[in-house]
């Protein structure tokens, strides 16, 4: 058993990646939906300290500025990457969330990749390549959980 975090840049297949596993039988929080972040973009603390102390086995996915306040309560820390193109392609052509759509927030995504990732990417216990088939993903994040 092991809590385990998603994390990555939007476009990357973090919530695609979530459902797979779901799907699989694992307990899984997106914390894009349901309320998880707050109106100041972190993550609950209350909520998500609550959560990762009652589960002893969680696959979580989001990326927060408040988030590494949370990484010594989780076993594993992926970090999903993808190159800019396949960014692009994915948050143009998804249905389930609109973010990504417009120039300045595809902007903001190109900024994040060049700013934020390689932050992430340090603290990261491992690295998955996006790009790869979400079976593929899924079972190396369930390697992890064993």
Do not use: C
């Not at 589960?55 to 996915?61: C, D, F, G, L």
């Not at 309560?73 to 052509?93: G, K, M, N, Y």
């Not at 595809?106 to 216990?125: C, H, K, S, W």
């Amino acid at each position: 058993m092991a809590r385990v975090l998603i994390t990555g840049m939007s476009g990357t297949g973090k919530s695609t990646l979530l459902a797979e596993l779901h799907q699989r039988g694992h307990l899984t929080v997106d914390t894009d939906y349901d309320n998880w972040v707050l109106p100041s973009g972190v993550w609950d603390p209350v909520r998500m300290a609550s959560l990762l102390e009652r589960q002893s086995h969680v696959i979580v996915s989001g990326t927060v500025e408040n988030q590494i306040d949370f990484y010594d309560q989780f076993d594993h820390i992926v970090l999903l990457s993808a190159p800019w193109e396949r960014l692009l392609e994915r948050v143009t052509s998804r249905s389930n969330n609109p973010y990504g759509r417009t120039q300045p927030q595809q902007d903001e995504i190109r900024f994040y990749l060049n700013t934020v990732e390689p932050l992430l990417r340090r603290r990261a216990t491992f690295e998955l390549d996006g790009t790869n088939p979400v079976n593929e993903l899924a079972d190396a994040v369930e390697s992890l959980t064993v």
